[in-house]
């Protein structure tokens, strides 16, 4: 990576933790300088004390370089106390808010980057890396250190800049110790880098193993995976597989530290070398009579603490370009595009609700394959219609409601609601118009009634009412708190465990409640049996009045009441019309899949 990328990623990182938290990052910096600063105080009074006494200075003056020693270190330290306290606070802030933008970033994603495995792959990556300490907020202990040791630097070249003029040490001396600095710095350079490449190494060495042991944890804490593991004796064979996983990263990282513990030792000699030599140059320059008790008391603490802040420096900067690499994977991630095309007008609020979808030739395939899910699909349908689609697996159901709701949008052919290219629509104005539940829906841990109305606010007169055409009204009777009755134990002890088919009913409940012009079902009753499913439908059918309603299911009886049935086969339409005028047509999908499905309800 060139010198302009990392300045590029530093200035980056920078920008993004002042906006997570001005407070945090100020305090950061703060609590960087007062930290850095408090030594030098005591040093430097110290050996103004040390010199009084030497010269038998009055007890005002004693008392004074004292004064000034323990009231401006306790003057400091206090600073350093609130600055800290505000310090925790900024990062409790810039948690939450890293994990909105985290939130964030995900509801701004486009649906074929949610589903793109690489995509997801990508994500926990820099989440698992952003847990064992990479990535950002390693940088921002980088940026923290980094102040530090510069003040520092700044502070020791101060206190010690009166050591190159004093005549007692002879100009040789003087050289040989600026290269003694300028030698270790560089040796602690090249061991440092090379420590550092060996650590990035096991850290690349083992993402595979930190993404399944994290998946792996997860599985064990929810409480749902109880049953599974005692039921079918799984602890043995999950501790087994977590010890086999433990042990490898263990022998990789053991490996690791050896390695980087002899180059640090290499360091630490150099150091304390360099450290002797100081002391010797000190001594000699005492013993010949240019040094005062205070100056040398002053001079070796500065040096010492100069030593050290030039190699932390170094090391600091040296590992901030290493997570140079984890902070690019980062940012890569949040710079991932959403293709969808974001029109600006507004979707027409007709009082008739006559609207009009039309697919136009449609064809679809999805990112990263090469087969179609849809070819030259038309149709058209309005408002008030009541739509059934219906075909095997992988016919195209699925995707075709995934196009119409615009979660993706077309490869060929386009799509239009009265006569307008639905991309031109403002698109969460279009999305507004839908009501789906799919298959897979998801219900949270909030209460009911925020579940019914996707919303911490609602109207619970409403949300009752949605309820009770669901059917679900005798269980909310039942319900401690009625609609204010948490779901599930995930952050509520009291919560309640609900069953599949009280779960769909409070999805049909959110659909219901969204009041859109299109309400869709996707297979969410795909659990019922065929007799369930169909008394669903039925009611479902006539309490959603004159919306338009499509439904999605397998079970083709389940779908007799819709004016028209679409059947999808190979991702093509190639059936429309009743469900008996397609019954009427020997040898077509429709009756080959009725035919199919009816001999298992039909007795001998």
């Known amino acids: 990576m060139k010198w302009k990328e990392h300045l590029r990623i530093t200035r980056r990182s920078v920008a993004l933790l002042y906006s997570l938290s001005r407070r945090y990052f100020w305090s950061i910096v703060l609590g960087s300088i007062v930290t850095a600063i408090l030594p030098y105080v005591p040093i430097y009074f110290s050996a103004r004390l040390l010199d009084a006494l030497v010269r038998h200075a009055g007890v005002r003056t004693l008392a004074l370089y004292a004064g000034l020693t323990v009231g401006l270190t306790a003057l400091l330290g206090l600073a350093n106390a609130w600055i800290r306290a505000q310090q925790e606070i900024g990062n409790r802030e810039a948690d939450c808010n890293h994990d909105w933008h985290h939130a964030q970033k995900a509801m701004d994603l486009s649906l074929a980057s949610i589903e793109d495995r690489q995509v997801a792959l990508l994500r926990e990556r820099i989440r698992r890396e952003t847990q064992t300490g990479f990535n950002l907020f390693y940088f921002l202990s980088c940026f923290d250190r980094s102040i530090e040791y ?29 290269a003694g600095v300028a030698l270790t710095v560089a040796v602690g350079m090249v061991t440092n880098r090379r420590s550092t490449q060996l650590t990035n190494d096991f850290v690349k060495s083992c993402v595979q193993e930190n993404i399944t042991l994290d998946k792996y944890v997860t599985y064990l804490r929810h409480y749902t995976s109880g049953k599974d593991i005692r039921l079918y004796a799984m602890e043995a064979p999950l501790l087994g597989f977590a010890d086999r996983i433990y042990r490898t990263i263990c022998a990789r990282e053991g490996a690791m530290q050896l390695r980087c513990s002899a180059l640090n030792l290499v360091t630490t000699l150099m150091d304390y070398a360099l450290r002797f030599g100081v002391y010797l140059l000190l001594i000699s320059g005492a013993l010949r009579g240019g040094l005062s008790v205070g100056s040398i008391a002053q ?306």
């Open 150 to 178: 510069v003040v520092k630097i700044i502070a020791s070249l101060s206190l010690t800049a009166s050591f190159f003029r004093i005549d007692a040490i002879s100009l040789w001396a003087k050289l040989a110790f600026i």
């Open 299 to 604: 001079y070796v603490s500065s040096v010492m603490l100069l030593l050290a802040a030039a190699s932390g420096l170094v090391r600091v900067l040296q590992a901030a370009a290493m997570n140079n690499t984890f902070t690019q994977r980062y940012f890569s991630y949040f710079d991932i595009p959403n293709p969808m095309y974001q029109g600006s007008l507004s979707v027409e609020k007709r009082e008739d609700n006559e609207y009009y979808i039309e697919f136009r030739d449609v064809s679809f395939r999805y990112p990263n394959t090469e087969a179609y899910a849809l070819r030259h699909v038309s149709l058209k349908f309005r408002v008030g219609e009541k739509l059934a689609v219906v075909g095997m697996n992988g016919s195209g159901k699925t995707t075709f409601i995934k196009l119409l709701c615009r979660l993706y949008d077309p490869t060929e052919g386009e799509i239009l609601l009265n006569g307008v290219d639905i991309r031109k629509y403002n698109y969460d104005e279009y999305l507004s118009v839908f009501s789906v539940v799919f298959q897979d829906f998801r219900l949270f841990s909030f209460s009911v009634g925020q579940n019914v109305a996707a919303d911490a606010r609602y109207d619970r007169d409403r949300a009752a009412d949605c309820l009770a055409q669901a059917g679900f009204a005798a269980r909310l009777e039942k319900m401690p708190k009625g609609l204010d009755t948490s779901l599930y134990q995930d952050f509520d002890k009291q919560g309640i465990e609900i069953s599949g088919g009280e779960a769909q009913k409070i999805a049909i409940a959110r659909a219901l409640y969204k009041s859109a012009p299109f309400i869709i079902l996707d297979e969410p009753t795909a659990a019922l049996d065929p007799v369930s499913e169909y008394e669903v439908y039925r009611k479902f059918s006539e309490i959603s009045g004159g919306k338009t309603a499509l439904y999605i299911s397998h079970r083709l009886a389940s779908c007799r009441f819709c004016d028209e049935i679409l059947v999808f086969h190979a991702g093509r339409i190639v059936q429309h019309g009743s469900h008996e005028a397609l019954l009427a047509q020997n040898g077509g999908k429709y009756a080959e899949l009725w035919n199919a499905q009816a001999q298992y309800y039909t007795q001998d």
